[in-house]
């Protein structure tokens, strides 16, 4: 074998450590990632779960609030209770000045009474 055969033997041989070496890095690379984002996708899972829980708390909590509509209902009797209210009050406000004087006409009586019983 003359030298320029074993020169580019020796060439070829480089070309394929290098090369194998490069493949060797990209597999080490790449298998890192898929651990990393396996790691990654079962902590994002265990993370989902426990929200999942969260959440299923929360909407048995809020189950029983009233719904848009039951407010609506809600809001309509108390607009009742209220305009009732109002008309009793009116009521209880002319029956107060009733009574005054009905108190008054009671009060002029007794002075009357104890004017006359003292003569």
Do not use: C
């Not at 009521?91 to 007794?110: E, K, R």
């Amino acid at each position: 074998m003359s030298l320029d055969q074993l020169q580019s033997i020796f060439l070829l041989v480089q070309v394929a450590q290098i090369a194998v070496t490069a493949a060797i890095a990209l597999w080490t690379v790449v298998s890192r990632r898929q651990k990393a984002n396996a790691s990654e996708i079962d902590a994002l899972r265990r993370d989902l779960a426990h929200e999942t829980g969260r959440i299923n708390l929360v909407e048995q909590q809020v189950k029983h609030l009233p719904d848009q509509g039951s407010v609506g209902r809600i809001y309509e009797e108390i607009r009742k209770i209220t305009n009732g209210l109002a008309g009793l009050e009116a009521t209880v406000t002319a029956q107060g000045t009733s009574l005054g004087q009905i108190a008054n006409n009671v009060t002029a009586l007794v002075q009357h009474e104890l004017a006359t019983s003292k003569k």
